[in-house]
């Protein structure tokens, strides 16, 4: 299952404490240590891009079906892929916010099913109302992420294979399951660009 998102130093650590239990994806690293006195050859650690380590603890909490992740701007925003789900306009981050779609004054809560991305001008125009109230329709219905949707989420420059690893692991109805195949698709439909 994976779990979260981790440095090359910190994986060198695992690895150098034997808490690795197996290893797969491709290699990204090869660490090279000092030298042993006593046999003279040089430690060296090959890290790839996913490792599994032992301990079940985590990995039970974070898979349990009860389970929600940390709700923070940056992961709604790339869960509801930057568009504000109002007006369906893609922003930039800094002309994004948080909206509550029961207001929070109104006995709502901060959850990831009660929030919505939106643009600032609709946060405003809506304001301390809900969407029925402010005339307003949303686009998309909310939903809180599974642990391994959220671990994508929190991702940047997320290696295919580490992609495949992720996406085998969220429902199959995951609605990031099916934005990803409409993009893999688009992707696929494009003809690749030749130099002249």
Known sequence: MPLEWITYQDAVRLYHLGQVSYACGRRL??????????TGRRSVIEVNSIIATAGAMQASLKGNPGY????NN????????HICLYCGESRRVRELSRDHIKPISRG?????????????RCN????????EQ??????????????AEYVYLQGR????????FLRAHFPRRSPLRQRLERLAEQDADDPPAHPH
Do not use: E
């Open 108 to 120: 709502g809560v901060d959850a990831w099913t009660n929030v919505v991305t939106a643009c600032k």
């Open 29 to 38: 690293y090869r660490i090279r240590g000092g030298y042993s006195a006593r």
């Open 134 to 147: 402010a005339g307003m329709q949303l686009l998309a219905v909310p939903f809180a992420p599974t642990h």
């Open 68 to 71: 929600r992740p940390p709700l």
């Open 124 to 131: 405003n125009l809506k304001g301390d109302r809900t969407p």
């Open 157 to 164: 420059r997320i290696l295919a294979d580490q992609m495949a």
């Open 74 to 81: 940056a992961t709604l925003f790339r869960r509801d892929d």
